[in-house]
């Protein structure tokens, strides 16, 4: 099977390039990295260039000119550029699992969107870690038992939450989610009236469960460990808390792939 992973970016080419080499490490090999640029200039494009070479998968690049925190859109041109016809989202600042892929194509099923889990990497080991060791696969050491236990009692919760039908839940974030591309594309992808950090994802899940699609955790399968950063400076204001919550969103969002 043939997937398409899509990374979204801003400006972390260290962090980029420490994803990049877990997805070299790969058990599935059949698949793409699209990459999704929010605007980086620090570097981003030319460790790209750099990687397209050395990879053995293809990555393609796209990247929109910095007006803040536009992440949807960015997704939304990545999708437009995506090959096949799954599609796995995630971010450059997460290093999957050696089996990451491989997971989400095991349990790809017709009617069903995946979410899987992920470890949150400290600050002292985030920025300590090396290409070298990402390509040892040593970052995988730091998935505990303790880690697996808080994985497996989120897909109790999951599975709770799916079977009574819960609003908003089961919580799947942006890291670690993917779907089949004609789906997505029938509910017009990702809401791009969603700007600044926060609820694109949420938005997305709700109305592909509208769509018909039921959500299904993985979180114990596939996973990606999440290096440390700062939170983004919009996070505290939530700006699209009251958006998210309006009573009227439709399945098919209106400023999407299709305008």
Partial sequence: MHVSVLLSTYNRADYLELSLLGYMRQTHKDFEVVIADDGSTDGTKALIERYQKLASFPIRHVWQE????????????????????????????????????????????????????????TKDYSADLTAGAVGQGLYEQTLTPEHLWNLRLKQWKNLFYTLVGKKRRPKFIGLNISVDKRSVFEINGFDENYEGWGQEDSDLRERLKRWGLRPRSILTQAIVFHLYHEPHHTKARRPNLAYSRRSDIPIRCVNGLEK
Avoid: T, W
Wanted: with cysteine; proline share 2%; aromatic share 10%.
């Fill in 66 to 121: 910095n007006k803040g925190y536009r992440r949807a859109k960015i997704l939304n041109e990545a999708m437009k550029l995506a090959s096949h016809d799954y599609l796995i989202f995630s971010d450059g600042d997460c290093i999957p699992k050696g089996d990451f892929v491989e997971a989400h194509v095991r349990n790809c099923q017709k009617g069903y969107f995946l979410g899987g889990g992920h470890v949150r990497l």
